[in-house]
């Protein structure tokens, strides 16, 4: 979950909330875009630099007891830095996981992003169903047109009915959805 917050954009975006809010078009009617993200302390970039200057500590280190006669603390520490560099591997590919809501009046688009998926899905505004998460680990559900996505997985639980009640009223408000009736 990303912890970076939009200025109020309209009567529809929250000034509080722990996802960042934004309009995509230059009249400033159009569309809005929720970005989820993954709460994640250090980007792929700064990741790796942490790992190169472990490697030239651990290696010298290793290195100095190589030269007094502990020949296999270099081998050790070689396997260790391939461990921590797969396991930093696995982090970094995921650091940019995401969920993005874009609602551009008359169509509600969702994309998850999971490490190299990408998922998407089309949903018209005028038909959405929001879904209030039912218990504490559920997620928001969206649903028409016979199609179901779930959103909400970067957020903490108590988040999540904020946001559910945060794409109600951008539906009700926005001016081409604003005749949806299945809004719950």
């Given at each position: 979950?990303?912890?970076s917050i939009a200025p109020p954009l309209g009567p529809w975006a929250?000034?509080?909330a722990p996802w960042r809010v934004g309009r995509l078009d230059a009249d400033g009617r159009g569309a809005v875009q929720w970005v989820l993200r993954r709460n994640c302390s250090m980007t792929p970039c700064q990741l790796l630099a942490v790992y190169l200057?472990?490697?030239?500590?651990?290696?010298?280190?290793?290195t100095m007891f190589w030269l007094h006669g502990a020949t296999v603390v270099l081998a050790f520490a070689g396997a260790e830095l391939l461990a921590v560099g797969i396991?930093?591997?696995c982090y970094a590919r995921h650091a940019g996981d995401r969920e993005t809501i874009t609602l551009d009046g008359h169509r509600l688009s969702v994309e998850h992003v999971c490490g190299s998926r990408v998922e998407r899905q089309e949903f018209g505004a005028a038909w959405l169903r929001v879904g209030a998460p039912k218990g504490h680990g559920s997620l928001v559900e969206l649903s028409a047109e016979g199609r179901t996505a779930r959103v909400g997985r970067?957020?903490?639980p108590e988040w999540r009915p904020a946001l559910a009640h945060?794409?109600?009223r951008t539906l009700v408000a926005m001016p081409v959805a604003g005749a949806a009736g299945d809004v719950q």
């Open positions: 979950m990303s912890a929250g000034a509080s200057s472990l490697c030239a500590v651990s290696i010298a280190i290793a396991a930093l591997l970067y957020l903490r945060e794409l109600r």
